[in-house]
């Protein structure tokens, strides 16, 4: 008899070109720490630290108790779709049905689904940079190539329109735009923007508007929507948007796309085939709060801004880090480039011993394109954010 050979099979060549998105991996690290007893100050977190609106949880409570448990459409539950394009209407003027709508297994996935959904081999997606780190693995996945535009520290990461079409070329199907910014805070001014879609629309260009932290904005600064120009450029702008940040629900996994229905419904078609619909009792909390959770939002925002103050002046205190105070998010992205030494070069090295030596989790920025910074997230109590800033300056004090 032979000897069963024991080899592996292999896996796809989309999936060996994937890895573990950083900030979980640093979440996860972090949480394993934490579990062996080390006491850590996790500022690595991408999460609201507030509870759902009480509104969400009682309307989920409730759908369970009504037995609201079963299948829903692929696109979501009629009630959040007509709310969803009510509300851009109401806010930005937009032209979006319920039917144009679509909820989904978070934005993120929404955003994976529109990438499957528009973009072939050799396709080109202008993205400013530092990005978020799914982005350019979801264009990836989809066989595309991400093409960079660097943002820069000096004006906070701003969007410029002009660096944005300057990208273009004859490959390109999508623009990538993610104001405010996760993780520079960057956002993108009214005219620029103005500016980019325009020029996408004359090149049937789609420009896909990640809008997921647009109620976090600081510093008087104004949040410009695509919503607001869907309007005059109908086929050519998707809008995505989240309940994760918004209403702190980042667990019940509710995320949307808006746009035109040429490309929506491909996108909806996709989603029936890889999750179904959403979470049926998650999508009755969502609802709540979109129509009854704006005090919570406002708490939570006002509070983050004097976060945001606090760390930007913690960090200003360092000897060798600079930082913007960010436009919006909740995330400050400092440049630790000055404080890297042997065996702390680069974000990833620098974030490794800040782990270990500070017992202080951040996010590398190579994760997101920029290996001189690392991502500090201010979604966590005033006291953790003291406790962590304190131990990270004395960390990078020390002689390495
Ligand atoms: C820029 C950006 N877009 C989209 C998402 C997706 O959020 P969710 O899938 O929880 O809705 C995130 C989450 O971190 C994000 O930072």
Redesign the pocket.
Known sequence: MTKAVRSIPRLSRRALGIGESA?LEVARKAKELAASGVSIVDLGV??PDFPSPACAVEAARQALADGLTRYTPAAGIPELRAALAGRYARDFGAPWRPSDVMV????????FELALALLDEGDEVVLPSPY?V??PEHIRFAGARPVMVPTSAGDGFRIHAEAVIAALTPATRAILL?SP??PTGGIVAGEDLREIVAAAAERDIVVIS?E??ERFLFGGQQFASAAALAALYPETIVV?G????TYAM?GW???YALGPPWLLRSVMDIQSHATSNPTSFAMWGALAALERGEEDVRQMVAEFASRRDLVAAALDEMPGVSCRPPDG?FYAFPNLAACYRPGRQGSAAMASYLLEEARVAVVPGLAFGADDYVRISFATSREALREGLGRMAAALDRRG
């Open positions: 900030t991408g999460e989904a297994v978070g934005g993120k996935s929404a955003l978020w799914s982005f993610n910014c996760n990640d997921t932290y995505v989240s309940f994760s940040k980042t996994r509710i995320g998010a």
